[in-house]
């Protein structure tokens, strides 16, 4: 396959580390021939499944497809500590020690199985798998016609490894990469760059990853001492942890004139658009000194006000979780602190009209837990998971009004509206089972169920239905509604069928009143990520008048594409061949071209 790597993009810089699986089967050698199946409504996911990641020491063949694309530029790997040029003796002497006991520590590790949720081999393999930067490919071939109004660029988010990992990693922790599609008249041109993260910029010039990973690492005593060795090297002068220590890998927003890339764990970051399609990290952002903690990845953009909504969740120190918004020139509001009683995960959560509405659910953060050799990441049972809706402009978290919906967990939520005639706000979200299948590893089958929730502000009740009928129903996870109508009711949304769990076949467009649903399968061995839906015009009378776009792999061919598929038909019109292979991600946002006229 057509393949370019970027010279100032090193590789795996690290020899590989063996681990053993937790699973004891025989597993295939080659990515590509990966099988899922689904029997008596059970989906076999790619992370419950034997370890299938084969890393060459160098890149492979372009004849060979389904062999992991990397970069074919890096230098050896060596087991031999590195050593920061700029470092003073003392430094270099306190490094090499601190790599010794890393060296023993993960010596250790190696004894002991890692959980399929943790385990490199299953976490990013096959097309989950990492690939080098990509300058800008113009002219890229179409197969149909784009439609004219697309003009701007299409860019999605994904977490994308630096270096090979050397213990336990989950998908979320890789290093965020952005991959964009530009636009013009007819004609369209491919870039994907790291998001310049200030973990990315200290690891690469250190040659090694050194920052732990939030999910694949923290966990046990192992992961209690690998938080000290890093604030050791914090206190020896080896690591800068006090400008972040985030991967901006999940959202995108554009808001102010700027793009930014965001993960739960830092600041935003805000990446320009160069006028030939590049990308380029301007750096981390905190909205001209206005934003001191940290912003999760699906702020709310309200398509009337212009403001832009946000929380920041804290696991160490009350209050735990934090509501705050953003007018259109970027002023931001005081931080209204809303009382959790124990520091939870909120990765998502909605706004309608006049409300914010957020998620108190039973996936909560325990540190305790790691000294007792789990993860800190937890599924509290006796917890009632809850709403909170609490007015957008309010000075405090005193008028919250919380309704219980029990066994409820919402990893996302797509759209929320009021409806004052029934006293309730509806709430529609993909409810979860089991809530913290994502990050413990566990037997029982996923589900994700596309669910209305109705919350009575005036009875403190709640119910919850499933949209789609149990003989049509399928996991239903990432996507969105028409953005012009995000807080207000909507009639679709436009969903990826997360099947087989975690990789994406197709995406349906779903009627959210009747459960309607309409399937759209990239084809045999072909898989995708997130829909994008991009309305024609914002003043469209007609909801689904727009296309949807996605980033497309094909599993035989070991080759990806961008398929442009109009909303209304549900029928391809556009195909573009991509230069390279687009590993399979997160989250994603469109800008117009007008909009990139006015980049800051």
Known sequence: MASSTSTSTPTWNNPRTQFSSSSKHPFPSNPSSISFSKKSNSIVSALQTPSILQIP??????????????????????????????????QKVAAMALDAIEDGLKEREKLHPLPKTADPNVQIAGNFSPVPEQPVRQHLPVVGKIPDYIQGVYLRNGANPLFEPT?????FDGDGMIYAVKFDNGSASYACRFTETQRLVQERAIGKPVFPKAIGELHGHSGIAKLLLFYARGLCGLVDHTQGIGVANAGLVYFNNRLLAMSEDDLPYHVRVTPSGDLKTAGRYNFDGQLESTMIAHPKLDPVSGELFALS??????????YFRFSPDGTKSKDVAIDLEKPTMVHDFAITENFVVVPDHQ?????????KGGSPVVYDKEKVSRFG????????????????????????LWNAWEEPEHDEVVVIGSCMTPADSIFNECNEELKSVLSEIRLNLKTGKSSRRAIISPSN????????????????????AYLAIAEPWPKVSGFAKVDLSTGEIKKFFYADEKYGGEPLFLPRNC?????DDGHILAFVHDEKTWKSELQIVNAMTMKLEATVKLPSRVPYGFHGTFITAKDLATQA
Do not use: T
């Not at 969740?313 to 934090?322: E, F, H, N, R, S």
């Not at 003043?539 to 909801?543: F, I, T």
């Open 57 to 90: 020491k160098q890149a492979p063949m372009k004849s060979s497809p389904g062999a992991i694309e990397l970069p074919s530029n890096s230098p050896s790997s060596s087991s031999s500590p590195v050593v920061h040029q700029n470092w003073n003796l003392l």
């Open 473 to 492: 129903d399928v996991n239903l996870e990432a996507g969105m509604v028409n953005k012009n109508l995000l807080g207000r009711k909507s009639k679709f």
């Open 539 to 543: 003043d469209s009378a007609v909801e």
């Open 167 to 171: 213990s336990g990693h989950h998908l």
């Open 313 to 322: 969740y804290d696991v160490i120190q009350k209050p735990y979780l934090k």
């Open 389 to 412: 809706i609490l007015d957008k402009y309010a000075e405090n978290g005193s008028g919250i009004k919380w309704v219980e919906v029990p066994d409820c967990f919402c990893f996302h």
């Open 363 to 371: 996936v909560v953060f325990k540190m305790s837990e790691m000294v």
